[in-house]
C-alpha cells in the first residue's frame, strides 16, 4: 500500500516536471525561470537594507544554466497597507515564490490569502509572524534567528567586559549603572533581547542599577535622541548603554559625542547585528562588542528555500524545526574576531 502511494507520488512527480527535466536524467534545454518577489518593512533599516543585498547576491549564485532568477524587492516603508499592495502586485506580475518580511508581524492574513488563492508559497524572513499564523497555510515558512540568544550573548560580552575591565564601575560602587535602548515594541526581537541580556548578566555575578531604558524602533536618531534625554536625567552616571541592535548603539554614540564627552566619562556600548558600521565601531573601539546576526546565513537559507520551492527538488536537503522554521545561530564579535566578520 504505501509503496503504491510513493510510485504514485514520483510518477506525478515526472509528469509536472515534464518539459524541463524527464525523470532520471536530466535535460539541458530549457531553463526553468522564476520570478522571486521579495517585501520588505522598511528599507531605510540598516539591517534590513544589508540583508536584502545579500538575498539578491544569494539568489544570484544560485543561477545555472537550468535555473535563471529575477528578483523584484519592493519597500513597504512602514505600511501593512502598502506592502498588502505590493506583494498583490507581485502575484499579478507572476512571481513563483514571495519573500516577505512584514510590516506588521501580527497582521499576515490578507498576504496569506494572496498567496494561497494563488498557490504561491511564502518565506517569512527576520519578522516572524506568531506560531498561529504560520498554520493558516503548509507552503508558510520562516527564516530568522534565535532572539534569546542574541540576549544572552550580548550579556555574555558586557559580563566578560566587566571582569575584564574594573574601571568600567566608573564611580566604584560595586554595581553597573546601565540603561536598554530598545527597538520596535512588538517586535520578537525586542523585549527578548533586553530581557536574556540582563539575566545573563545578572547569572554571571554582575550587580546591576537599571537608570532608565528608551524605546527608538531600531533607529539611530531616534536612540540618540533618546540618549540625549537619559543623559540629561543622569549625567555621566551612565556606565553601560546595552542596545538591542547596532544602529542604536551607534546612535548613542553620537549622543556623547554631539555633547563633546572625554573619552573617560563614556560609558561602554553594546549593539547586535554587527552591521558594516557597527564592525567598523568595534573596530575604532567605540563599541565593546556586537552580536553578529548572520545575514548572509539567512540570505543562503532564503534563497536555497526558494530554488527548492519552485523547483521541486532539494526540499529533503534543507533541515527545519518544526517543519517550516530556519534558524541561523548568533555569534560573539569583539575587538579580538572582529577581523573575520569584516571580511565576510
Ligand atoms: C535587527 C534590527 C532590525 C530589525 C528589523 C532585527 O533582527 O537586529 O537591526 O532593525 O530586525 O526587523
Ligand atoms: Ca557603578
Redesign the pocket.
Known sequence: MRNKKVLAAGLAFCISLQGTVSCGQEEETEAVRVQVGVAC?DQN????SELLECIEEEIGLLEEDSFQAAVTVRDGGGSQKIQNDQVEELIDAGCDVLCVNLVDRADPSEIIDLARENEVPIIFF??EPVAEDMLQWEKLYYVGADAKQSGVMQGELAADAVKENPQIDRNKDGKIQYVVLE?EPG?Q?AIIRTENAVETLRNQGVELEKLSYGIAN?NRAQAENRMLQMIGQHQNQIEMVLAN?D?MALGALDAYKKLNRTESALPVFFG??GTKEGLGAIQEKKMAGTVY?DKEGQAKAIAKLAKALVTGRGMENIEFENEKYIYLPYAKVTIDNVEEYIEK
Open positions: 518593512y533599516d540598516i539591517f534590513i527576520n519578522r527597538g517586535h526581537d531600531w541592535n544602529a547586535i547585528d546576526n
